[in-house]
């Protein structure tokens, strides 16, 4: 039930790009993306809710293919600050109660 | 200014002693969620609560266990009974629409235990 992230980790030079992938075996009702950098609390980029629907936080975004029960997250021209561990959270449809968070994708940014 | 406060940031205790780690949140959310984090490891959910008085398991319960007496605050005990309780524990919380979870949760700067 717990989605897969992919790839696992990432190394990027400032200014490259990157996807990090969330497949779920289930069916989605939601797919959420949060940011978390070591040794502090997640922060949330985004919410996608409809399958097809894709979302932005200044150059990274998101988009959600709810036939193939999966969301990709698109680091474009990639910030030292964007470095930290990003994670996918799902909710199924029919489980509209619980946020089923994915193992993360550790992401370094380097000069 | 809103937000979630968790304290202690730091805290350590011996071995079976229970402790009691503080959440409280002034944004006015029905829900709340604690969840404990392990190194390299993802968020695993321990309790949660959508209403207060209400609570309920998540699936690392076992050994801990919270209460919902305010809607501002959900503090969590680690007891004796639990096997391996040093791990980063973070507090969140999100606003409810009819009873679903699809909105963005707010976390607290979490607080690291460590039993000795």
């Known amino acids: 039930q717990q989605p897969v992230q992919s790839p696992q980790a990432v190394i990027l030079r400032e200014g490259e790009d990157a996807v990090i992938n969330c497949s779920s075996s289930k069916a989605l009702y939601s797919v959420h993306w949060y940011r978390q950098k070591h040794g502090e609390a997640p922060v949330f980029l985004m919410i996608?809710?409809?399958g097809g629907e894709q979302k932005g936080h200044e150059k990274i975004s998101a988009s959600f293919n709810e036939k193939k029960q999966q969301s990709s997250l698109y680091l474009t021209a990639s910030q030292l600050s964007y470095s930290g561990t990003y994670f996918c959270?799902?909710?199924?449809?029919?489980?509209?109660?619980?946020?089923?968070w994915g193992l993360g994708t550790s992401l370094a940014v380097n000069p | 200014d809103g937000g979630i406060t968790q304290s202690p940031k730091y805290l350590f205790r011996k071995e079976g002693q229970n402790v009691t780690l503080s959440c409280e949140q002034n944004?006015?959310?029905?829900?709340m969620y604690w969840y404990r984090q392990d190194p390299g490891q993802g968020l695993r959910l321990i309790y949660y609560?959508?209403?207060?008085?209400?609570?309920q398991k998540g699936d690392i319960a076992e050994g801990y266990s919270v209460s919902r007496e305010k809607k501002e605050s959900f503090p969590l005990t680690v007891t004796s009974a639990q096997k391996n309780p040093t791990a980063f524990y973070l507090c969140?919380?999100?606003?409810?629409?009819?009873?679903?979870?699809?909105?963005?949760?707010?976390f607290g700067p979490g607080t690291r235990l460590t039993v000795l």
């Open positions: 609560s959508q209403i207060v008085n209400d609570f």
């Open positions: 969140a919380s999100s606003p409810t629409s009819g009873g679903t979870n699809y909105n963005e949760q707010f």
């Open positions: 996608l809710l409809k």
């Open positions: 959270g799902t909710v199924n449809a029919g489980n509209n109660r619980k946020l089923i």
């Open positions: 944004l006015n959310h029905d829900a």
